[in-house]
């Protein structure tokens, strides 16, 4: 296999935009070639999209084509759209970087985008319901709270896991993404601001929660030859793995607060990469809920399992901790435009492995995890790095 | 033209519509019912029409008991989807070692354990496009 790095990155603002669908891939796709000079639309010999619900809230199929119009390329060698719910961005990634990797292609953007929010607000938490089972689960008004609310509620019963931990997380997140110009929130949370917001789901409150969010992200993967051309800064690819516990919550492991699936797919990505979780320097994680980035610890083996409340809470999560999680605010700080998710990580991890990630740069970032999930039963994971190897 | 939404939440339950009509049938007169696969002997929550275990297509409709226990509950009290009201009790029963997700009705958020005995109480909710009743396999609190 050929190795594959990523050599530009750009990511629209996000928030409640007064933009539409397109306009969201043009701001985001702008960005992405500004990083990378050297690449212009007409270059690219493909595309991959990460769209969840463009049916539901653009009333627009058929979207690789339609995004390659808007950016002027013309794919050669890859168009696809992925959609794996909130992990569309990340599989994403993965297609273009098996199709690189295996020499089908070689210079790829994978562009995430979604524009969730509507102008009635309750049909846009509607459309969410697409996302679980719609006759067994969706039918009864299911969406996601509750299901990471089973999960909470079970890690705080077994290992003692409090509301205050739930809330640092929410803290963490909200105060790093204070520092991100493109995330949703800007104002950070204070510990008060957390566990006074209102209830969503039973003991997950508002400022534990990602909110409904617009916004796009682009990356452009690149074979070695090509990568090294384009920039003295690649950021390698140097791991990933996927793996799938179960859809519906009758049929994931019955303690919601294990994710067996999480586990294997970290540890096929420590394995290909040949890195241990104690290495890695930052973690972009899947905070979709607080009660999430606490479980990603455990999974991804930055600590013990039982023991993510007393490690957000001892700071080891931070910026001085063992691993910073989510500089850029994570899906709580920058919101989760779906399909965007995934490859925004990507691009956080792109600025910080170069060193260009300004006020909330992590001192000498080598080594960075991304884990980008659809449920509490399905993870990705993806390892880069500042050397190839 | 006005502004309008359309997303009916709820499935298309009759036979014109589903091979696994007869659940629904049958819920809608009191009994919960799942598939035994023909092949394995296998039954399933929530009901199948091909067999995980085995990959045989052909299931015969077993009943199930009408009462459970809660493994697990929240209340939603707020972001509920357009058209379902709050607070919402969603919960996960223990009906016959399979588990059911499910809404709680007529429960008392406050009272509610994990280990609760609770029963099959079927909702009615929005008749179909041909008025055909359409209902949900709800549980409440014994």
């Known amino acids: 296999m050929r190795r594959v790095a990523l050599v530009g990155a750009g990511v629209s603002k996000f928030g409640v935009r007064k933009a539409t669908y397109r306009d969201l891939v043009w701001e985001a796709g702008k960005a992405c070639f500004d990083s990378v000079p050297g690449v212009k639309p007409k270059d690219l010999d493909g595309l991959v999209v990460g769209s969840v619900m463009p049916e539901r809230t653009a009333f627009q199929s058929h979207i690789s084509s339609m995004v390659a119009e808007a950016l002027g390329i013309r794919p050669s060698a890859l168009s696809a759209r992925t959609e794996h719910m909130c992990a569309s961005g990340t599989v994403g990634i993965r297609y273009a970087y098996a199709f690189i990797a295996a020499g089908l292609a070689d210079l790829v953007m994978v562009l995430g985008v979604e524009k969730l929010n509507q102008p009635v607000a309750d049909e846009a938490v509607l459309n969410m319901g697409t996302g679980v089972d719609r006759e067994w689960e969706a039918a009864f008004g299911l969406t996601a709270p509750p299901c990471f609310a089973f999960a909470a509620q079970r890690h705080m019963a077994e290992y003692g896991t409090t509301e205050e931990q739930l809330a640092m997380v929410g803290v963490k997140n909200h105060t790093h993404a204070a520092k991100n110009p493109s995330a949703h929130f800007t104002k950070g949370a204070t510990l008060d601001q957390v566990l006074g917001s209102r209830m969503i789901a039973s003991p997950l409150r508002l400022f534990m929660c990602s909110p409904i969010t617009d916004g796009a992200a682009a990356v452009v993967l690149a074979s070695e030859t090509r990568a090294r051309a384009l920039t003295d800064t690649p950021v390698w690819i140097r791991g990933t793995g996927q793996a799938l516990d179960g859809f519906q919550l009758s049929s994931l492991h019955e303690d919601y607060a294990h994710w067996p699936a999480l586990k294997r797919a970290a540890q096929a990505a420590y394995q290909m990469a040949a890195v241990g979780p104690h290495e890695i320097d930052l973690a972009e994680v899947h905070d979709c809920f607080s009660i999430a980035e606490l479980i990603a610890y455990e999974e991804l083996g930055f600590c013990h399992k039982g023991e993510a409340g007393p490690f957000v809470a001892e700071g080891r999560s931070d910026y001085g901790g063992d691993v910073v999680v989510n500089p850029r605010g994570g899906l709580i700080g920058c919101g989760h435009p779906l399909g965007a998710t995934g490859v925004a990580q990507a691009a956080e991890v792109f600025v910080q492995l170069r060193g260009e990630a300004g006020a909330r740069q992590v001192p000498a970032a080598a080594l960075a995890l991304t884990h980008n999930n659809s449920g509490m039963g399905e993870h990705v994971v993806m390892i880069y790095g500042k050397e190839p190897a | ?142």
Not at chain 2, 2 to 7: E, V
Not at chain 2, 51 to 62: N, Q, R, S, Y
Not at chain 2, 98 to 110: D, M, Q, S, W
């Open chain 2, 1 to 142: 033209m006005t502004y309008f939404r359309a997303l009916d939440p709820f499935p298309l339950e009759s036979a014109d519509h589903t091979t696994l009509h007869e659940f629904y049938t049958r819920l809608g007169a009191g009994t919960l019912t799942t598939t035994k696969c023909r092949g394995c002997g296998r039954s399933a929550w929530p009901p199948r029409g091909f067999c995980a275990e085995c990959g045989a297509a052909a299931f015969d409709w077993v009943d199930l008991a009408s009462e459970g226990t809660v493994h697990a509950f929240t209340v939603q009290e707020t972001g509920l989807p357009a058209g379902f009201e709050a607070p919402r009790v969603f919960a996960i029963v223990k009906v016959d070692g399979h588990r059911v997700f499910t809404v709680l009705t007529g429960a008392e958020p406050a009272a509610l354990r994990v280990g609760q005995r609770v029963r099959l109480a079927p909702l009615r909710v929005a008749d179909d496009p041909k008025g055909n009743p359409r209902w949900l396999p709800a549980f409440e609190v014994v």
